[in-house]
């Protein structure tokens, strides 16, 4: 079956995580994507160390279904490698600083020179437009200042989450907007620049919040992991772990007090909706905890499930890894890599489509490994590769 992106050639500048795996993204599609790396490797690939010469788990996970290369885009023949490259792709992911893009000319200007046609995707951490544009940035700058933290942990010790989904929402919208970008390429046949920022993810996916904030003024605090527009919305200890457990609308609402043997609450004003349950969350997560502490997380899940009441297991990674139903739904792939000691649980592509589904074709690249290959295909001669070799520019 052929893939939407066969056909497709994307040179990967990414660092860390959000260009990459937009890159990643659009290989899991069909595009043939190239990682270009510095000689001796980006300081993304030893994030997480798993393997024996250091390659780090995220890399492993950001960068599957990709050729790798090392270059050095800055030498002059490293800057005519590029311009051969470019020549033959279709995308350029770079999120680099905008003055680094023009130094290395992977600037769209600099990038029409050569392929009129080309589509420059970039992130930055605060985006255009503003006073801050010119600063840099990682994920949790976003998380921060989204207002998503402050309502996270307590008044007293705020906590950013640690898995960056800043970064991650970010490279997942900059592959939306590529692929958006590519078919408008085919109606206009121009290419253009798709520009994601971390801020602007951040408080595009904390949006509800800051309505809520800027219309109704609640100054809302920080609440731990209690919810706070509707209840019960918490996680809770059982005999031998934790469980979440969430109940939004009446109909859920009136299970849920049945289960827990308090019809009377039904017509309890405090609890005449979400939002007044919310407001009265304190309450009602201690009724649910007291229920709670005398069952097991088995025991509590079976009731709730019964009670047709949304509620998981909270897990640690080990017992993730390990879950019969994210192995049987294939949301975890065991790929092997050189120098691991056992495979790595890979995550495909994370949306299914039923005709033209992503795929998990190989593993990322080790460092440099299709470097050869991929200037062969440019017509660079096996002395001439020999010589840039020895000259440090790959």
Known sequence: ?????????VLDFGRYIAGP????????????????????GGEDRWVAPVGLDGTGAMFLAMNRNK?????????PEGREIVKKLVGTADVVVANLPPEVLRRLSLDLDS??????DIILTTVTAYGPGGPWSHKHGFDGIGQVMSGGVYLAGTPEQPVKAYVPWVDMGTASLCAFGTMAALMARQQTGAGQRVEGALLQTAVAYANALLIEQAVAEVDRVATVNRGQNSAPADIFPTKDGWIICQVIGNPMYRRWAGLMGEPE???DPRFA???ARGDNAGLISTRMARWCAGRTSEQALAELEKANIPSG??????????????RQAGLLADSAFPGLPRPAPIAPTPVRLSETPGQFRHRAPTLGEHTDSIL?????SRREIDSLRQKGVI
């Open 1 to 9: 079956m052929q893939q939407v992106l066969s056909g497709v050639r």
């Open 21 to 40: 795996f937009c890159a990643a993204l659009l290989a899991d599609m069909g595009a043939e994507v190239i990682r270009i790396e510095r000689r001796d």
């Open 67 to 75: 050729l790798g290369m090392t270059l050095d885009p800055a030498a």
């Open 111 to 116: 990038l029409r020179q050569v392929k009129p």
């Open 265 to 267: 609450w039904l017509a």
């Open 273 to 275: 909706d979400d939002q």
């Open 313 to 326: 297991p909270l897990l640690a990674p080990q017992e993730t890894i390990q879950h019969p139903h994210i």
């Open 376 to 380: 062969t295909s440019l017509g660079y």
